[in-house]
């Protein structure tokens, strides 16, 4: 059982190029995550979608945007990276607050740098 | 004033000691309680999971919520190397779908 797979796992960009992180999870869940975790400053939610076909802004959502595909993929998009966005990402699922699903279960990151 | 608040250690201590690890909150609202895991290079796990306040054990691990002082512990007995991880505790309101995290405190134990 896979759970939360995330592509890739080390990305390194130049300042003003894009990119798309990848997540997807087979554990048939609702909600679905993207945080950022840099030193000093824990896990920050930045976007998060509720439920198929519905996205929100988290705490730090600037500079990125999000996709839910369809229930297992949501993906995260960097349209200019900036060296400010060098972090590591995690992407999370859980059964969503409906359904009485509270744990979230985390992919094993992205490391990105922005040079 | 961040709405959960976690000292980030480094935290050092010897095998077999007992760990105690606490995060506060300003935020009466919050229902749900949290700790998790975090090895290095890797993403969180769930540990334990608490709802309300009360205790909550499973093996060597102790999670205790006390709302009226807006505090909550995780206690390890025994502690063991392979306890050596950074716990992050993390909470959230009845109705809400986001988790608010502490800042995470890096434990180590030593043979």
């Known amino acids: 059982n896979a759970g939360v797979t995330q592509t890739p796992k080390f990305q390194v960009l130049k300042t003003g190029q894009s990119m798309t992180l990848q997540c997807a999870q087979d554990?048939?869940?609702?909600?679905m995550y993207w945080y950022r975790q840099d030193p000093g400053m824990g896990l920050r939610l930045i976007y998060y979608?509720?439920?198929?076909?519905?996205?929100d802004k988290g705490e730090v959502p600037n500079g990125y945007n999000v996709s839910r595909l369809n229930k297992r993929e949501f993906s995260l998009r960097l349209e200019s990276a900036a060296p400010s966005q060098t972090s590591v990402y995690f992407c999370?699922?859980?059964?969503?607050?409906?359904?009485?699903?509270?744990?979230?279960?985390f992919g094993q990151g992205t490391r990105l740098t922005v040079v | 004033q961040k709405e959960v608040e976690q000292d980030p250690g480094p935290l050092s201590v010897p095998e077999g000691a007992i760990v105690s690890l606490n995060c506060t909150y300003s935020?009466?609202?919050?229902?749900?309680f949290m700790w998790y895991r975090q090895y290095s290079r890797k993403g969180p796990e769930l540990l334990m999971y608490t709802y309300s306040s009360g205790n909550k054990e499973d093996g060597r691990f102790t999670a205790q919520v006390d709302k009226s002082s807006k505090y909550i512990s995780l206690f390890i007995r025994d502690s063991q190397p392979s306890d050596s991880a950074t716990y992050l505790c993390a909470m959230r309101n009845q109705g809400a779908q986001k988790l608010v995290f502490g800042q995470g405190t890096r434990l180590t134990i030593n043979p």
């Open positions: 935020n009466s609202a919050f229902q749900y």
């Open positions: 999370a699922s859980s059964a969503g607050q409906g359904a009485g699903g509270t744990e979230a279960f």
């Open positions: 554990m048939n869940h609702n909600s």
């Open positions: 979608s509720a439920s198929e076909g519905t996205t």
